[in-house]
């Protein structure tokens, strides 16, 4: 049909243009991305000829390539595609415009992938205002907007927020939707995330079975959608110590995401590196190496040495080191994973750095240098401890143990039982089991 009308119309005809943007529309539902991409580049490039850079058509090709290239975890290519569709569509449609409201949310859900989190909510609270005015709470569009802003609180691990603003949404969406709508699943998924965060493991694995059985069935195995659903079980089995399940499941996401997705797309290599945490958790300590410097050779290219994620893998791969007892090289690495956390995340895990940074240095006997990052470590995730997710408490009990056990390798038998006193009576033991 569109060679057809390609020769009877022309290439740059409006009803041409229209068929081929359904066919990248066809590709993308498909996970077949990099077809989708190149064919929406070309229409883009068509219908600015054809019809100027302010047509709708035209702002809906630039703004589906930048909703494209998030899924493709291309940030810095969608960021100014996303924002030129925003303030086109502010200066030819008007503030309150619904195609205007869309372009705002998917800005705005770019900048939650950027770690933009005010400048997110900032724009998620502006079209949550208009829409619920104008929709309706109940409105699709108006639960896709509070599912977004339940995402961002989760993202920023503000999950006693996030929890009653995401059930909310997928009470209204069962009933509004249907249970298998594709935005029901997408509450569910994310809903399931907030309950493992938040050690609720039952419901979070029950949400998480039901969400990849619809979308197997409905998008098949290899599906992007699907993947995700396969990841977020396998992070739950891990969470619950079912480690022998969760790699089944990472296995499988992880040579599927590499064919769909390829090497070194953000969500294959994340996936990697929660197989790497699974071999790690269970005392597999090779196949956990091998993976997590796999992991930090990609994102030292991909997203640079001074990125957080980057600063993550050299603190995983730090604190596997000083499991080994190789106290000199696990100081390097979480010497290198502090400093970039220093400069850019006030988070939980720049607390656990620090701490495991402390703990290769008493490893080493240099228990003067130990002590401040220890006691400091502590602090920081007894304060910051509703942050940290279920799965990841027992890094406090850690933290104290390690100053327990400085001390008394120091001599310091008085400050040594002081501090197991102040873990008991902090409860901190029962950070350990959800």
Not at 73 to 96: D, F, H, M, N, W
Not at 123 to 143: C, F, I, N, S, W
Not at 158 to 168: G, N, S
Not at 183 to 195: F, Q, R
Request: proline content about 3%.
């Amino acid at each position: 049909m569109f060679d057809l009308r390609r020769r009877l119309l022309g290439e740059r005809n409006r009803e041409t243009l229209t068929s081929l943007s359904k066919l990248a529309m066809l590709y993308w539902f498909e996970g077949k991305y990099a077809q989708a991409a190149s064919l929406f580049a070309k229409i883009l490039d068509l219908r600015r000829q054809a019809l100027g850079e302010d047509d709708p058509d035209t702002l809906e090709t630039m703004g589906n390539l930048g909703l494209l290239f998030q899924d493709q975890g291309k940030y810095s290519e969608a960021e100014p595609l996303c924002r030129k569709v925003v303030e086109i569509q502010g200066r030819t449609l008007g503030e309150e415009n619904h195609d205007r409201l869309s372009g705002m949310n998917n800005l705005a859900m770019l900048y939650t992938h950027e770690s933009k989190f005010a400048s997110a909510e900032a724009l998620y609270a502006k079209v949550l205002e208009v829409r619920k005015r104008t929709l309706g709470r109940q409105h699709p569009d108006t639960l896709a907007t509070m599912n977004n802003l339940a995402t961002l609180y989760a993202v920023q691990r503000k999950f006693t927020q996030a929890e009653p603003l995401c059930a909310t949404v997928l009470e209204m969406e069962r009933r509004v939707l249907g249970e298998e709508h594709p935005d029901t699943l997408a509450v569910m998924n994310n809903l399931a995330s907030i309950y493992r965060n938040l050690g609720k493991y039952p419901q979070a694995e029950s949400l998480c079975t039901r969400t990849l059985e619809v979308r197997r069935r409905v998008l098949g195995d290899e599906h992007p959608d699907t993947l995700l659903s396969m990841n977020n079980l396998a992070l739950v089995y891990r969470a619950e110590a079912k480690y022998p399940l969760a790699k089944l499941w990472f296995v499988k996401t992880l040579e599927a995401r590499r064919r769909v997705l390829g090497e070194d797309h953000p969500k294959t290599v994340d996936t990697a590196s929660y197989l790497a945490q699974t071999y790690e958790n269970e005392g597999s300590y090779a196949p956990a190496e091998s993976l997590y410097m796999r992991v930090l050779e990609t994102r030292r290219r991909i997203l640079g040495p001074q990125h957080a994620a980057t600063a993550s893998i050299l603190a995983s791969l730090g604190r596997l080191r000083l499991k080994q007892k190789q106290c000199v090289t696990a100081e390097q690495l979480l010497r290198e994973a502090l400093v970039i956390q220093e400069k850019n995340l006030d988070a939980w895990e720049r607390y656990q750095t620090r701490s495991l940074l402390g703990a290769s240095l008493a490893g080493q006997k240099k228990y003067e240098d130990a002590e401040p990052l220890l006691i400091s470590g502590s602090n920081g995730l007894t304060r910051n401890l509703a942050a940290i997710p279920w799965e990841n408490r027992p890094a406090l009990w850690e933290a104290e143990n390690q100053i327990i056990n400085l001390y008394r390798a120091w001599g310091k038998t008085d400050k040594a039982a002081e501090w197991q006193k102040r873990t008991e009576a902090g409860g901190a033991a029962q950070t350990r089991n959800p």
